[in-house]
């Protein structure tokens, strides 16, 4: 949002003809009264009347201010020149947060636990890798606009005397509320930052007094000027991170979100006052608006003319509800990297402070949890390679309920940030009830131990119970039997359209059945109802590399009333599922639109194929096939089938001439196949088995932007016709 403003010429013009500097100083702090005369203050964030309030108590920061105008305006120049993945590499920025408390149980009021702590830095970093997970609501308008900051927060690993250190430092003080900013930059920051140079300081406080009296939730510090002993985030507890007891509309972290990009150096979308066709944020690509934005506005929220897309209302830089806040701008990204580069350049060489030079975390046992239905099962684990070293090898070392300690060679290259999921060898428990899993990581690449052991660790408590053996594999489901077939089921929780079988139309190629969920059958928009079909569980322990396919076919009835379908796994009978696949809309559309009720002719399916290796030597495997309804038309499928299919492995020398570079992946990377491939379409997924990215095939060389992916171990697998191919493919950013 920028409009050249008389305002700031007004300011060069006097900057440059003014050679005496107690006249420019009287200036400036005019310039300054009517800018404190036009802020607003009504809003959660205060980080502009902070910054008011720093400049009347000094009056040498009025000239920094306009000085910050002048930076943001020729950066915002500078950038529009600018290519918007430009700044793909990662810069990771040392965070300590100070936990302030009155004596409080760790985990209780403001006395925050670790978990919500670490819940807002996952959240952070989501956010500021476009990766936030309503980003899919962004409107059509928006979207091309988005913006990956590549910036990643991490927990301070030292001290700024060098020791060890968690990055969490909790502060029992003698004061059980802080009423006033003035009593916390200079009484509470001074006594306890660290140098704001090298890392951002965040307080966590319990708020009071004229700050809770002016509904301010937290407020920043601007990187331009102000004292270095107050430099950084105040936020009240029950803001911060995605778990613990929160606030009503601010329970998705990003109240910190907002305010350190008031830290790196981005103002509010509307500017420093409510005004259209001011100078507004010094962004070009966020739209002038007249305000601050509350709750979840209705899009466009249009203001100061600039239909027909309106006000970016759901841009973090405003206020609207943590629900309907969801982006930076590409141009708010790459004025961050301006302002890092010249205001916090020390920041930028921080890093080292993140990380240890062996430090491998045990993430999360993903299975088993909660309930599974079997006395037998093989464990799953994720570890991430924290440290600076390439992660070579280690020892999962395991026990279930406190029996013997059993032990798990690992081998592989796991680059710095990489993660990868383990499946460990089959488990055993005799009886039904609770049972617990312990798994700890060491000896990582052969040294007794890493340089820190509290994430070497994980535990985890479940039920299990004996119940049906899974059926045989392969198997298919042609329909053409009793509908559902016997330990299948059908979730239907409106008792209302569901599944069923079809009646207009037998089945696809042999087969002489199918189902369908008639998309059209409501009387009024459902909004989003959801129905599934799910499956047996099958013994997958006696085949390496399964695979599911099945038939599908589908007409929109309109671009806005189009339907979803989606696929899952489950290793537990259902108490957990994991989507491994998803289509929408056109994307999944296999005839023309129409506005009747759809019935294929024998050319309008198509074939989904999804590997599903990680489900490898698996006992107990269920699939659940989830119509999400947009009162579209009718939905088929048919011909569900699992099986081993050996041609993910065939030898090296019967496959393809693939070329995947640059392996390891940060941003980009590059497909090449032979001439005469055989392939139409390839999919990339990750190690859980969701497929995360798909795309059909239409020349040799393929571009996949990969930077919106977690760091890890992915499977690129390319098909066609009558051939597939898997191959590997590490993002490590």
């Not at 239907?492 to 189902?515: A, C, F, R």
């Not at 499977?715 to 493919?729: A, C, F, N, R, Y």
Request: hydrophobic share 40%; charged share 15%.
């Amino acid at each position: 949002m920028f409009i050249a403003c008389c305002h700031l010429l007004f300011v060069f013009m006097f900057v440059t003809a003014m050679k005496n500097t107690k006249h420019l100083l009287l200036l400036l702090s005019a310039i300054l009264l009517y800018d404190l005369a036009t802020a607003q203050t009504n809003g959660w964030c205060s980080t502009m009347e902070h910054t008011f309030r720093q400049l009347q108590s000094n009056p040498q920061f009025a000239q920094q201010y306009e000085g910050m105008k002048t930076f943001l305006y020729q950066a915002n120049q500078s950038n529009a020149q600018r290519a918007t993945d430009a700044n793909a590499q990662t810069i990771y920025i040392p965070v300590v947060f100070h936990i302030v408390h009155n004596g409080d149980a760790l985990g209780t009021g403001e006395n925050i636990s670790d978990a919500q702590i670490m819940s807002q830095l996952t959240a952070m970093n989501l956010h500021y890798t476009a990766q936030d997970a309503n980003l899919v609501n962004v409107p059509a308008a928006f979207a091309p606009l988005i913006g990956n900051c590549n910036i990643q927060f991490c927990l301070a690993k030292f001290d700024p005397d060098g020791n060890p250190t968690t990055g969490i430092i909790r502060h029992q003080l003698s004061t059980a509320t802080w009423n006033d900013e003035t009593t916390i930059d200079n009484t509470l920051k001074p006594s306890t930052i660290w140098d704001h140079t090298k890392y951002m300081n965040i307080w966590s406080v319990r708020m009071g007094g004229t700050l809770i009296s002016d509904g301010v939730l937290a407020y920043s510090s601007l990187p331009f000027f102000g004292a270095a002993n107050s430099d950084g985030i105040v936020a009240r507890f029950n803001t911060i991170g995605t778990t613990g007891s929160l606030l009503t509309g601010h329970n998705l972290g990003k109240t910190i979100t907002h305010e350190a990009g008031h830290w790196l150096g981005l103002l509010h979308t509307w500017g420093t006052d409510a005004n259209c066709g001011d100078a507004g944020d010094y962004v070009d690509d966020t739209p002038d608006q007249a305000d601050l934005n509350f709750g979840c506005p209705a899009f466009p929220h249009i203001s100061c003319n600039n239909g027909p897309n309106g006000d970016m209302f759901m841009n973090y830089m405003d206020y609207a509800d943590d629900a309907c806040s969801y982006m930076f701008s590409a141009g708010q990204s790459n004025n961050i990297h301006s302002v890092l580069s010249q205001f916090r350049p020390d920041i930028l060489t921080a890093s080292s402070s993140c990380f240890l030079n062996l430090d491998v975390a045990v993430l999360n046992i993903s299975f088993p949890k909660d309930t599974i239905c079997s006395f037998t099962f093989r464990p799953v684990v994720t570890i991430k390679n924290e440290g600076t070293t390439t992660l070579t090898s280690g020892k999962f070392y395991y026990q279930v309920d406190g029996d013997v300690v059993q032990i798990y060679n690992w081998n592989g290259s796991l680059p710095t940030q990489g993660e990868v999921q383990i499946t460990l060898p089959v488990q055993l428990v005799f009886i039904e009830d609770v049972h617990t899993l312990d798994i700890t990581f060491g000896n990582a690449n052969g040294q007794a131990s890493d340089n820190f052991s509290g994430n070497d660790s994980k535990s985890i408590t479940f039920y299990a119970y004996n119940g049906v053996a899974g059926s045989a594999v392969p198997f298919t489901e042609t329909f053409e039997a009793t509908f559902p077939a016997a330990n299948w089921s059908i979730y239907n929780p409106n008792n209302d359209v569901t599944w069923e079988k079809s009646n207009s139309y037998g089945g696809y190629g042999s087969s002489s059945g199918s189902v369908v969920i008639d998309n059209t059958a409501y009387g009024a928009n459902p909004n989003k109802k959801k129905d599934a079909l799910i499956t047996d569980a099958y013994d997958f322990s006696s085949i390496a590399y399964p695979e599911l396919k099945f038939d599908v076919a589908y007409a929109q009835y309109s671009a806005s009333r189009a339907d979803s379908l989606k696929v899952y796994y489950s290793l537990d009978c259902g108490s957990n599922w994991i989507k491994i696949w998803n289509q929408k809309g056109s994307a999944l559309a296999t005839a023309p639109d129409q506005t009747t009720l759809f019935t294929p002719t024998s050319t309008e399916w198509k074939t989904v194929t999804v590997p599903v290796v990680n489900l490898s030597l698996q006992n107990k495997v269920s699939f659940k096939f989830e119509n999400v309804t947009g009162w579209g038309n009718a939905m088929y499928i048919d011909n569900i089938n699992v099986q081993n299919n050996t041609s993910l492995t065939v030898n090296e020398i019967e496959k393809a001439d693939v070329k995947i570079f640059p392996n390891p992946a940060n941003n980009l990377v590059a497909v090449r196949l032979p001439a005469n491939h055989p392939f139409e379409q390839i999919q990339l997924i990750n190690s859980m088995g969701e497929l995360v990215y798909e795309t059909n095939i239409t020349d040799n060389a393929i571009i996949i932007p990969v930077n919106q992916f977690a760091n890890g171990l992915y499977l690129l697998h390319l098909k066609g016709e009558k051939s597939s191919q898997t191959e590997k493919l590490l993002i490590s950013k």
